[in-house]
């Protein structure tokens, strides 16, 4: 059984489109986290959530809109896509603010 | 603010030779750090932790790390590489903002394990 899975796993699209990732865990864990991955693999991360209240939101373009209806799901929807959003977004999770996080395989997200 | 400072982006070993990858961190607060692993076209997994407890932190698949307060260090080792090492290794420390648990990335070391 996948504990942290995100879908899509590959994202391709045209700029200015709408696209959506979704992210579930199955480990029954409080806390979720977006974080993105650039082509130098320097990780830097956007989002959490925590009981699906936020509350970490890093300098992200507010073109970047995470939702949590429930505490095992972290969607992350961006509206007209640049270039520059090419990455591999990943999702995370943990128990609670305090414990290690468990990570997503990633979605591979390339603009053309 | 915390940050982590990764010593060189890509280290190469022999199959059997000792792993040693860097990480140097600035922490205004006594750090919590951590070390995860990347494989090609994976997450990231979590390989040991440091929390304030023994300073040697006994890791997965042979890994440990040892904080060193007086050198602001936490360098991960290995006494014997194995091929399947092969990965991206990256340091991480954790500081706290409004409460969050945000985890503060270095830049990453890509291993290589040569026969």
């Known amino acids: 059984d996948t504990a942290v899975s995100q879908t899509p796993k590959y994202l391709v699209t045209q700029m200015g489109n709408d696209k959506s990732i979704k992210c579930e865990q199955n480990?029954?864990?409080?806390?979720m986290y977006w974080y993105k991955q650039d082509s130098k693999k320097f990780l830097k991360i956007m989002f959490s959530?925590?009981?699906?209240?936020?509350?970490i939101n890093e300098t992200v373009p507010n073109r970047f809109s995470p939702k949590s209806p429930d505490k095992a799901h972290l969607n992350l929807h961006i509206n007209s896509l640049e270039l520059g959003d090419s990455a591999v977004y990943f999702c995370a999770s943990s128990q609670t603010l305090n414990q290690p996080q468990h990570f997503g395989d990633g979605t591979r997200l390339s603009i053309l | 603010a915390q940050s982590v400072t990764q010593l060189g982006s890509h280290v190469s070993v022999s199959e059997g030779a000792l792993v040693l990858l860097r990480c140097n961190y600035s922490?205004?607060?006594?750090?919590?750090l951590f070390w995860y692993v990347q494989y090609p076209n994976q997450g990231l997994q979590l390989l040991l932790k440091y929390t304030s407890a023994a300073t040697l932190v006994k890791g997965i698949n042979g890994f440990e790390a040892e904080f060193k307060k007086s050198e602001t260090s936490f360098h991960l080792t290995k006494p014997s590489a194995h091929m399947s090492d092969a990965a991206e290794y990256f340091c991480a420390v954790r500081g706290f903002t409004g409460g969050g648990n945000k985890l503060t990335f270095g830049t990453g070391t890509q291993l290589k394990v040569e026969l």
């Open positions: 480990l029954g864990h409080d806390t």
């Open positions: 922490s205004s607060v006594p750090p919590y």
């Open positions: 959530y925590n009981n699906k209240e936020l509350i």
